[in-house]
């Protein structure tokens, strides 16, 4: 009995160590993740604020559409921080550099430069910033992927119960009833 107990109690103790340092990585984790969606808002609003700045309409209304799709994801995100994970190189490096480019652009706008350089360099960061926004709204629709999976296939299941109990009522169900 004396080894039963041992073994009972550094069983205890081993349980008590893996799940203290378990709790405790994912409070640091949640608020590693608060900070990063704080800045991240900080980053969009700065972002946003550039849209005054800039000149060229289609470029305002890509920059606007990025900041609205940010906004979309740091929500879905504070909602579901699980989903964090994925979003490591978005907030970590796509997002502060829309905003260096995005300062660059308006710096280079503001010198009025004429040369073939200058005019190249702000159709290229143009063309940039759209691929930029393409992006970011990819990167939205990532983030639900799981989520749209996971109900689609939820929704066959239950129609496929709503036939078998008899429920259905779509054309295809009435109609194999007239055939019979």
Do not use: H, W
Request: proline content about 1%.
């Amino acid at each position: 009995m004396l080894p039963s107990l041992a073994i009972g109690a550094c069983a205890f103790g081993a349980g008590e160590l893996v799940f203290r340092t378990t709790t405790s990585k994912i409070s640091v984790d949640r608020e590693n993740i608060n900070e990063v969606l704080k800045e991240a808002k900080n980053k969009n609003q700065q972002i946003g604020e550039m849209i005054s700045k800039l000149e060229s309409d289609s470029l305002k209304n890509n920059v606007k559409e990025i900041t609205e799709t940010v906004d979309k994801i740091i929500k879905a995100l504070e909602k579901n921080k699980s989903k964090y994970k994925k979003m490591n190189n978005f907030f970590n490096y796509y997002l502060p550099v829309t905003l260096n480019i995005l300062k660059k652009y308006d710096e280079i706008e503001n010198q009025r430069l004429t040369s073939e350089d200058g005019k190249k360099f702000m159709l290229q960061t143009e063309s940039m910033i759209n691929k930029i926004n393409s992006a970011f709204k990819s990167q939205l629709d990532n983030l639900y992927q799981s989520d749209i999976v996971d109900t689609d296939a939820e929704m066959k299941v239950f129609e496929t119960m709503l036939k078998a109990d008899g429920y259905d009522t779509s054309n295809d169900f009435r109609k194999d009833n007239k055939e019979g």
